[in-house]
């Protein structure tokens, strides 16, 4: 059995509480766009990513990616707790999604590919889901047109700022000896 250091282990949970207080922040927005703004909710989904892409990128290590994205669930859920599901399930989906190609490799390669192809995978997974749950068929093709690249889009920029954050902190000797 693999051990994990305590030194990740409070890593994934600094990332996971800034993460957290981004989502809760982000989950107010995401209400205020689906009230007034529907087209654009999708926007808003990018923000769940960010700690564990943070985590995955930083650490480097099986599960990093799962733990800062629940822990982050847990924490936005102090922020809007009728809202613990939608957190909890989207941290643990998009740390679970995320770290499928690196699972694939064994966790041997860690190449900027890798998590941008994620996160599109991710997207385009999310994507479906709400264009099923929402139901399709009563929202014309130009909403889904406009709607759909949004909920893909928004991963993507936020895994390269997610990455962005991680190299900083790197740089920074946030992750040495983890």
């Known amino acids: 059995m693999h051990r994990t250091s305590t030194r990740v282990l409070l890593s994934c949970a600094a990332i996971g509480v800034v993460g957290g207080i981004v989502a809760g922040a982000s989950g107010y927005l995401a209400a205020a766009f689906a009230a007034f703004g529907p087209l654009l909710y999708g926007i808003t989904v ?10 995955l990128s930083l650490l480097k290590r099986p599960g990093t990616a799962v733990l800062a994205g629940v822990i982050a669930g847990l924490v936005g859920t102090a922020f809007a707790p009728w809202w613990i599901v939608r957190y909890l399930g989207t941290g643990l989906l998009v740390g679970v999604l995320l770290e499928v190609p690196f699972l694939i490799t064994g966790y041997r390669r860690w190449d900027a590919w890798l998590f941008y192809a994620s996160a599109v995978f991710s997207g385009v997974v999310i994507a479906a889901g709400v264009f099923i749950g929402l139901g399709a068929e009563y929202y014309p093709v130009w909403a889904w047109a406009i709607a759909l690249p949004l909920w893909v889009g928004s991963p993507v920029v936020f895994t390269w700022i997610g990455r ?3 190299a900083r902190l790197a740089r920074a000797g946030v992750a040495q000896a983890a």
């Open 164 to 166: 962005l954050i991680a």
């Open 46 to 55: 990018g923000t769940h990513f960010l700690p564990s892409v943070v985590a």
